[in-house]
């Protein structure tokens, strides 16, 4: 997929989006092709062609994605299948698009300086899921957020409080390749794509945990407490998946209530469950 792809499918992320939130906001309704077509100003034909280009499936079976009662089927069949998937750690075949992904925290000298004396590369990219700020360092990818409203200078904000001393350079060229490696992935490729990760020591056991769940699997907050061997800690997790500087391929979208509700999401909850609903589309297509 080229960078020029990724821009195209980043403008159509944002009326998907919007398509989303208005599903959501008249589910009792249940607004038909015809009557969301005509909000986002678009004909029948081109909305359902540009709704099953980026999701794969209709709008209608991208809806049912999107439920209640899907998610807490999903929840149900996950508690054998992360058995498995947990046991095979990193290199299980369900990985996120196939990323052969390795995790290297800082030292705790590393953590305690803030940075100091590092060089972070950072630029801003299209992706398939809106616009996102993607940062690197020399260890690899270290920052990973995507951009709520367009607001730029805030993420940047972000990137610099989570490292506080490090010198931020602005380097979209060198990022470049970062971001085509995530979003398109050799299958066969398995030179390892490196995170970097700053944070406790507990807060990178749940993040390691979180890239282990499959691509059309969620956890409930308690089910990822309960396998890291915290059963009681289900809130620190939730403050860990709260914090997690590397959103999608540190997959905290895949992190709902137990309940099934979706929860909250750094990145918007619209953006979440278009994540979800699309990893769904994804595994069942």
Not at 66 to 73: F, N, V
Request: hydrophobic content about 40%; charged content about 20%; some cysteine.
């Amino acid at each position: 997929m080229s960078i020029e792809d990724l821009k195209k499918q980043s403008r159509d992320y944002q009326r998907i989006e919007r398509a989303i939130y208005m599903l959501e906001e008249e589910t009792v309704q249940q607004p038909d092709l015809k009557m969301l077509a005509a909000r986002l100003k678009l004909s029948e034909f081109h909305f359902q062609r540009l709704f099953s280009r980026w999701a794969g499936v209709s709008p209608k079976r991208f809806l049912q994605f999107l439920t209640l009662d899907h998610a807490k089927e999903v929840l149900t069949k996950s508690e054998s299948l992360l058995d498995v998937t947990f046991e095979a750690g990193l290199s299980s075949v369900s990985r996120l698009h196939d990323l052969f992904l390795q995790c290297e925290a800082v030292t705790p000298g590393e953590y305690k300086n803030q940075g100091q004396g590092l060089t972070i590369s950072y630029g801003f990219h299209s992706s398939p899921f809106g616009d996102c700020l993607l940062a690197v360092t020399s260890r690899g990818i270290c920052w990973f957020r995507f951009i709520q409203q367009g607001n730029r200078r805030e993420a940047l904000e972000q990137l610099g409080l989570h490292w506080k001393e490090a010198t931020l350079e602005s380097h979209a060229k060198q990022t470049s390749p970062f971001l085509t490696r995530i979003f398109s992935p050799v299958r066969n490729d398995r030179k390892p794509l490196y995170l970097s990760l700053k944070g406790t020591n507990f807060q990178i056991k749940v993040w390691e945990a979180l890239i282990r769940i499959p691509q059309g699997g969620m956890m409930s907050y308690q089910q990822v407490a309960r396998y890291l061997g915290k059963p009681t800690a289900s809130r620190a997790v939730a403050n860990a998946v709260a914090n997690n500087p590397i959103q999608y391929l540190i997959p905290c979208h895949r992190v709902i209530q137990s309940l099934g509700t979706f929860g909250g999401y750094q990145a918007g909850p619209e953006r979440k469950k278009a994540l979800l609903a699309w990893e769904a589309a994804q595994t069942v297509a």
